[in-house]
Structure formats: C-alpha cells, structure tokens
C-alpha cells in the first residue's frame, strides 16, 4: 500500500525517468568503453593495409603506424607522416593530401620515395558522382596508378594537369573537376614535401637554436 501511495505522489513519474535516463546512460557507457578497444584495433588495422598499398612490395619492413611524425607546416594541424624503412634507414614517406572535387572533398593517401617519386597513390574518401567522378577509386579503375614513378620539378611542372589544362594526366568523360582536383592535391604533396624534406624524413635541418 506504501508503494501504491508512493506512485500517486506527484514526484513518482521524474523520479522513475530519472532511474531510466541514469540507466540507460551507464549502459551505453558501457558499451562503448567495452567496444572502444575493438573499433582502434579495426581502425589501425585498416590504416596498416592502406599504408601498405601504396608502396611497392618489399619496399620498408618497419611498423609504419608506429613509426610516425607530426610535421608543423605552420596549417592548423600538423600533418601526419609515416615514415617507411629498411633497418635504420629511411626509404620513404606515406602521408595525406586533400582535394575539393565536384561533390565534395577527396582525402588522397601518397607515398614518395626520398627523392621525391611518387610510388603510389590511392583515394582513401569521396562524394564523386557514381560511374563518372568515382573512377579515382583503385576499385573502378586504375587512373590513380598512372602517379605511380613521377616527380616534380621545374622541367616538368606544367605536365602535372590533366590533359584538358595541357598537362599529361586523363580525365574523364564528362567530370573533369574530379581528376583536377586529384592530380593538384597530389603535386601539392609534392611541393610540400620538397619544401619540407628534412622534416619530413627526420633528418637534421641544420638550423642552430
């Protein structure tokens, strides 16, 4: 009978809501502590298969998701490098690059040697338009193989556009902006990274404190 009076007071109602609410917040904080250590593993296993293949087979046998380096290009966040060796010696670089394509924008991952040639390429996200914009993907062709073996220098700058704007680089019927913005975003990277090298490679700058 206490109870059956207690459920007609006026507080009866928040209270239980308040019970429920509390419950169900803790579960769900639960569940996502308990979940949280699969989801990075997942992540950094994809991360470690994307790294992968964008450099040629054998080309580093370090862990390139623990050989890591945030480098400061003066941008709002420092960029992401990873850095590919065979021992002690560095042989390359993997890193991001982003570029505004006709749906949106495309986050690229590239891989330089330390000369600076492009040894490989691959579109990690895009809202390119289906069956036209989406041929960047690996999985729909293999334009982004044709970065694969190029630098840049000032011989060859103007060849880095498509073949629209005079450069060497296809594009595509009926979605030009979609490779534009790729083949810019990656002689972007290119420049950053000549720009930056040392940083980029972990070598000394020789810049005295």
Do not use: C
């Not at 087979?57 to 890591?68: R, T």
């Amino acid at each position: 009978m206490e109870f059956e009076k207690f459920k007609a007071h006026p507080l009866y109602q928040p209270l239980l809501l308040g019970m429920i609410t509390l419950l169900a917040s803790a579960s769900l904080a639960w569940a996502s502590r308990a979940t949280q250590a699969a989801i990075e593993a997942a992540e950094a296993r994809d991360l470690r298969a994307l790294l992968t293949q964008v450099l040629p087979e054998g080309f580093a046998d370090n862990n390139l998701l623990a050989d890591s380096a945030e480098i400061d290009l003066g941008a709002d966040k420092p960029l992401q490098v990873y850095r590919a060796r065979q021992g002690e010696t560095v042989k390359g670089v993997v890193f991001k690059v982003t570029g505004k394509g006709y749906g949106g924008e495309i986050i690229i991952l590239m891989a330089l040697d330390k000369a600076g040639r492009v040894l490989g390429v691959r579109i990690l996200k895009h809202t390119e338009t289906p069956g036209l914009g989406d041929k960047i993907d690996i999985a729909k062709s293999d334009w982004a193989n044709g970065f694969s073996g190029k630098a840049l220098d000032a011989a060859n700058a103007a060849s880095w556009a498509v073949k629209k704007d005079g450069g060497d680089f296809d594009q595509f019927a009926g979605a030009t902006i979609t490779p534009r913005a790729v083949v810019q975003a990656v002689k972007g990277g290119l420049e950053t990274f000549a720009r930056h090298k040392a940083a980029f490679l972990g070598e000394p700058t020789g810049e005295k404190s």
